[in-house]
């Protein structure tokens, strides 16, 4: 995969990124079943992306405007631990993490799709829309994928992430 030379440098930066939940990580869908319970679908090669992430030394962050007990779990089989959920102001969970880590906020990824998302794209060092994503977050963001939500986001922006960093070898 090419990426643009400007990403690529930024890519370069990145010490976090952090990823909002439906319609990035998921396919944006909320399904329930009869007894109403709530689904989602994670997509598998997400989940050992963000596991070469952190092997590779970058931190991987979710920041989610919604409260589902699924995400939990999934933040637990990656080995998340910088999870916001229910995020009415993404801004102040962002700010948290870059405390926590002592980073400036250039060295932050941000992958969203929505409207909510835009207060992070135009702070961060990388924003990462998907291309179903709002059109106003697109105009917003560095880096479109060419992954829809749920389809492998975290698996492109782990490969353009590691590129950056001259770390990704499976070309």
């Known amino acids: 995969m090419n990426f643009p030379d400007e990403v690529l440098r930024r890519a370069g930066k990145v010490a976090i990124v952090a990823f909002d939940v439906d ?13 109403g ?3 989602k679908a994670f997509h598998v090669q ?4 963000i596991k070469l992430m952190r092997e590779n030394g970058v931190e991987v962050a979710i920041i989610t405007g919604r409260r589902s007990a699924m995400v939990d779990r999934r933040a637990t089989e990656l080995g998340i631990k910088y999870l916001y959920q229910g995020s009415d102001n ?3 969970a962002l700010d ?6 002592s980073i400036e906020i250039d060295a932050v990824a941000h992958v969203g799709d929505d409207l909510a998302d835009i207060v992070l794209f135009d702070r961060v060092g990388l924003a990462i829309c998907v291309p179903d994503g709002h059109p106003t977050a697109i105009a917003h963001a560095h880096y ?4 829809h939500g749920g389809g492998g986001v975290a698996r492109e922006v782990c490969q353009l992430i590691l590129s950056g960093k001259g770390l990704w070898k499976y070309d």
């Open 46 to 49: 997400d989940g050992s992306a």
């Open 96 to 101: 948290a993490i870059t405390t926590a880590l």
């Open 90 to 92: 993404k801004r102040d």
């Open 144 to 147: 479109v994928t060419q992954a």
């Open 23 to 35: 319609g990035v990580l998921t396919d944006g869908k909320i399904y329930y079943s009869d007894n």
């Open 37 to 39: 319970r709530e689904m």
